[in-house]
């Protein structure tokens, strides 16, 4: 029953618009798990590297300059995505690479982890000038993962 500063239908109309703003969207779990995902991939703020000692001296990069460089060469692998380049090292030095994918639904993950991995090695050999240890882990394997 509705009360007299409340017009009749009111409540009821109060109860279902809650009722509606508690249910959640349709394929709202899955956009929000995409989205963690995504969030999860950024970059986090980088530290200078050495990236090549010679006779001119020391050159000094950002490591967001090697986490982006390794992302786009190896996001060209076709049936892969990165979403995930952890950079280690000490003193300054990269010491080794860990690198997180997606693969294609279907697709041999195994061919797709190997090919991602060589396009890393070589996009590091590259910018730094020496070999450096890469690590490829497929993480996920999703049907919205296009080919190059």
Request: with cysteine.
């Amino acid at each position: 029953m509705a009360t007299m500063s409340e017009p009749e239908g009111t409540s009821a109309l109060a109860r279902a618009t809650r009722a509606l703003q508690d249910e959640p969207e349709p394929g709202w779990p899955d956009l929000a798990e995409r989205v963690s995902r995504r969030l999860r991939s950024v970059s986090r703020p980088g530290r200078p590297l050495v990236v090549q000692v010679g006779d001119a001296g020391t050159l000094r990069v950002d490591q967001r300059v090697l986490v982006d460089t390794v992302r786009r060469a190896v996001a060209r692998v076709p049936g892969c995505r990165p979403v995930g380049v952890d950079v280690r090292s000490q003193e300054q030095e990269v010491t080794s690479l860990r690198v997180q994918v997606w693969a294609r639904y279907g697709s041999d993950v195994r061919a797709v982890a190997t090919d991602a991995r060589a396009v890393a090695v070589g996009s590091l050999q590259d910018v730094l000038a020496r070999p450096v240890p890469v690590d490829v882990d497929v993480v996920d394997v999703d049907v919205d993962v296009e080919g190059v």
